[in-house]
């Protein structure tokens, strides 16, 4: 039997429908949703729980035309179907595929790119007004979730449009949960008019009684001061309204024509902007979803393995965990991701001592700074990408006044296939410019684990980054070893080259030195350890009898570790010959970690063909005459 799903091309193919088709299109996008996302991995909960929305938005609204702008993007599989990438979706995530996000070089129907949370309401602001400053008449609406608008740029945008009243529409998805569930006092107001029964009960008794009563002029004002004030008192919308909007709802987000005659509504309110509460469930159809949304938010592609090593995140967890038993003034904040990174165990066993802040990273950075001036040891648990918006927070808040904040930044380097908006790339160059701040990434697991036992006991603000996925095998020291600040070790000797290496790449720059002996080439590999400070008298004495140098780091090459290593050189008169091996000046799109380290050279196998090309050509010619040369010749 052929799907309803296959006849639509675009959003314009869904205005034929009936209700019973709309019914079996949203069956036939879920079974497709869990499909596609179960192969290949992705945000498969909150894409479950906008079907219905998604549908309804695309009825009411005529995309492209008229802006219809995502909070964060991870929620828009939906979106992707109805807007004529339906062809391509079995590829989503996949390196060359269609990206896990919006994206403005992928589709019209994709305004804006999004990737971070709470930026929605912003970017439709500007294009209305840029819509209004042009003499134009298209509508506008900000897709954002109740975790999203928790931040403070998404309150920042609301106080903006009501200042200027522009005609915009708001849709709030409200299904309780950002990443995990939602925290603060919004969320609990939020959750009040979620679950409370009387406004539905009294909304029907009184359109009930309206029905029968004669509708004159004052009538029909005294009704709607009634319904005004029933809402303010019972459902606490007076805040909305205060922000000089109109509120409507609360709709239910799974009932396509109640959704529909709300967004109906607000697109032909013109005399301010509206908000449209609807009320979802995250993982709606899917049980499995619908009882862990957290586990399913996102979910990784079907492996034939099986996970036997912790990773860099659970090892994370564990260690501050010991930590905060250990040292009383140990505390840890997250901004909304207690879960990804791995402090389940934390929140039972000292709920006190953990911070979930919402998506609210600046806040998270000062808030840490606040603790770490009144004694406490803050660690700040985030990950690379999402760091980058407290950039200020960390040089204003933290490092001017060297507090001894602790940032344990997860999934640096390449994250793989959720893509640009995500890759860790930037975290090494941009701390690195931070006066009295340490910047380091460890070599393996328990490396990590002394890393952060260094940071929270060195008493000064101090970076730890750590790759995405699981860890080397290695053991872990049952007892913390403090690492000397500034400190690297020279893993391998050798005299042909020197491979200065950080992080993740320390394991394949040893891989690459193998490589190179099977060439009669002897590389001395180095675990620099630190980005800030260097140690800077290990890369002087090797290079002082080693005349090729190679750096190697996840990180983009502007301004990273390399970049300090031939800073340093340089004002040292060396002559050294170096080469950096790195990420280029670019965003990476999405893939697996495996083919993007291949591409950019940073893999074992990578490092030892860009040192054999630059410092020893001879060794590439011994290899294509022993090719030449091999059987069959």
């Not at 709607?224 to 709802?249: A, C, D, H, I, P």
């Not at 207690?338 to 953990?354: G, H, V, W, Y």
Request: with cysteine; charged share 20%; net charge neutral.
């Amino acid at each position: 039997m052929a799907r309803l799903l296959d006849s639509i091309d675009s959003p314009a193919d869904l205005s034929r429908l009936t209700a019973a088709e709309l019914k079996q299109l949203a069956r036939e996008i879920r079974e497709e949703l869990v499909a596609v996302v179960s192969a290949n991995g992705g945000h498969l909960a909150s894409n479950l729980g906008v079907v219905e929305l998604t549908l309804a938005l695309h009825r009411v609204f005529k995309s492209p035309r008229d802006k219809i702008i995502w909070d964060v993007g991870h929620q828009t599989y939906t979106h992707k179907l109805l807007t004529g990438r339906k062809s391509r979706f079995s590829t989503l995530r996949q390196n060359g595929g269609l990206s896990g996000f919006t994206c403005r070089e992928e589709s019209e129907h994709d305004p804006f790119g999004a990737g971070h949370a709470s930026t929605s309401i912003s970017a439709a602001l500007g294009m209305a007004v840029a819509r209004d400053l042009s003499g134009d008449d298209y509508h506008v609406v900000a897709v954002i979730g109740d975790g999203s608008i928790s931040g403070g740029m998404a309150f920042e945008a609301l106080n903006h449009v009501g200042h200027l009243g522009t005609r915009l529409i708001v849709v709030l998805n409200d299904n309780g949960m950002s990443i995990a569930p939602t925290v603060g006092s919004l969320a609990n107001l939020f959750a009040r008019v979620r679950f409370d029964e009387r406004y539905r009960k009294a909304k029907a008794q009184g359109r009930a009684l309206m029905n029968h009563l004669p509708f004159n002029r004052q009538l029909s004002w005294a009704t709607r001061q009634f319904k005004s004030g029933m809402k303010n008192l019972v459902m606490e919308t007076l805040l909305w309204e205060e922000l000089g909007f109109t509120y409507l709802g609360p709709v239910d987000g799974h009932d396509v024509q109640q959704v529909e005659r709300a967004l109906a509504r607000a697109r032909d309110f013109r005399s301010k902007p509206v908000l449209v509460h609807v009320m979802t469930t995250k993982g709606k159809g899917y049980s499995p979803a619908e009882g862990d949304a957290v586990y399913f938010h996102g979910i990784s592609a079907k492996s034939s393995g099986k996970k036997t090593e912790p990773t860099y995140s659970e090892v994370f967890g564990q260690t501050v965990l010991r930590l905060i038993r250990q040292d009383p003034r140990v505390v840890v904040i997250t901004p909304a991701m207690p879960d990804s990174n791995c402090l389940n165990a934390i929140q039972t066993e000292f709920p006190k001592r953990i911070f979930d802040v919402g998506i609210c990273e600046q806040h998270a950075v000062t808030f840490a700074a606040g603790l770490a001036a009144q004694g406490y040891r803050p660690v700040v648990a985030i990950y690379s990408t999402f760091l980058q918006r407290a950039f200020d927070q960390i040089i204003h808040d933290v490092a001017v006044q060297n507090l001894p904040v602790t940032f344990a930044i997860d999934r640096a380097g390449i994250v793989g296939d959720d893509g640009k908006t995500h890759q860790g790339t930037l975290d090494l160059s941009y701390l690195s410019l931070v006066p009295n701040l340490i910047v380091s990434a460890p070599k393996d697991e328990n490396e990590l684990q002394n890393l952060i036992f260094t940071a929270v006991n060195c008493g000064r603000p101090m970076a730890v980054r750590y790759p995405r996925g699981t860890g080397l095998g290695v053991k872990l020291d049952d007892e913390f070893q403090a690492i000397d600040i500034g400190r690297g070790e020279i893993l391998q000797q050798g005299g042909d080259v020197a491979i200065f290496a950080i992080g993740a790449t320390v394991t394949p720059a040893l891989g690459a030195a193998q490589l190179l002996a099977a060439n009669s080439i002897s590389a001395a590999v180095v675990n620099a350890r630190f980005a800030k400070p260097l140690d800077s008298k290990l890369i002087l004495e090797l290079a002082s009898h080693i005349k090729n140098i190679v750096t190697v780091e996840e990180n983009t090459l502007n301004g990273g570790f390399g970049s300090s290593v031939a800073s340093l050189l340089k004002q040292s008169g060396n002559e050294n010959r170096i080469k950096r091996l790195g990420l280029p000046d670019a965003y990476i799109e999405h893939g697996t970690q495996a083919i993007l380290r291949a591409r950019y050279a940073i893999d074992a196998q990578g490092i030892a063909r860009e040192i054999r090309s630059l410092f020893f050509p001879a060794a590439i010619q011994s290899i294509n005459n022993t090719k030449r040369d091999g059987p069959g010749h």
